[in-house]
């Protein structure tokens, strides 16, 4: 199960985090961020669907997706060809990101970054907004309601937003009893990494009007978009077709028709 080794992988990486920078230091950092996160708004404006880029080097079933990886400079070809987020990937261990690509990112673009990682900890809430990010993305499929509602109050006093992602029908009722308004539908299984569009069809129709609805994974076409657009999708992420691309540009604008 590649799921639970990775949970497995990411508790021993927290502890190691909290030896070099303690629970209480990193707060401390976190407080002082002063974050004002614009990406709630920016990811629902109305009548269009909206793009969050994923900067995402490699993931556990395909290993290398970019070789030619430099993380600012796609973070500003996604910005100048109109995305409205940017998710960075940290995790190390199975998709070779680091932490310092989110602060590289945010600062040099305008419009919000999401820190997209397997988030178990409160710690790794704190550690999100020393970092820069705008807002983070809890996975309900690994946490207990209690763990989201907790994780989302910390994010919020931070001043970030939260994107709270579901896999199934019991995922879609913790996302709606912990409150949140952002909650995305993730079309790979996280326990074999297969990808289904349809899992957005069959879900979507859980959550209720007044919910931020965002699409993600496996989305490669404009024909994918425009599926997910007629059923009232707010936004989609959208990484892997873009990193495997020479000309990331180019194939914004394929998928988009600009």
């Not at 007629?230 to 194939?251: P, W, Y």
Request: hydrophobic share 40%; charged share 30%; glycine share 6%.
């Amino acid at each position: 199960m590649i799921l639970s080794k990775i949970i497995q992988e990411k508790r021993k990486f927290v502890e190691e985090s909290k030896s070099r920078i303690s629970l209480r230091d990193i707060a401390e950092k976190a407080a002082k961020a002063y974050i004002k996160s614009s990406f709630k708004r920016n990811i629902s404006r109305p009548h269009q669907i909206n793009l969050i880029a994923e900067i995402k080097k490699a993931s556990p079933t395909r290993g290398i997706i970019r070789g030619d990886f430099n993380p600012v400079q796609i973070a500003l070809t996604y910005q100048a060809q109109g995305a409205n987020a940017i998710s960075v990937l940290t995790d190390e261990r199975f998709f070779e990101g680091k932490l310092q690509y989110l602060k590289d990112v945010k600062d040099r673009v305008t419009i919000p970054v999401i820190r997209k990682d397997f988030i178990i900890d409160e710690y790794q809430v704190y550690e999100s907004a020393a970092w820069g990010a705008d807002a983070i993305l809890l996975i309900a499929n690994i946490l207990t309601l209690e763990e989201i509602k907790k994780y989302s109050e910390t994010a919020k006093n931070l001043g970030m937003d939260v994107l709270c992602e579901a896999h199934n029908e019991e995922d879609i009722q913790k996302a709606l009893d912990s409150g949140l308004t952002i909650i995305g539908i993730n079309n790979r299984d996280l326990h074999n990494f297969k990808v289904d569009l349809t899992t957005t069809q069959r879900l979507i129709r859980l959550i209720p009007e007044g919910k931020i609805k965002v699409s993600e994974s496996g989305i490669r076409t404009y024909q994918d978009v425009m599926f997910l657009k007629s059923l009232g999708v707010n936004a989609v992420l959208i990484g892997e077709a873009f990193m495997e691309s020479d000309d990331i540009g180019a194939k914004i604008r394929e998928i988009f028709k600009y």
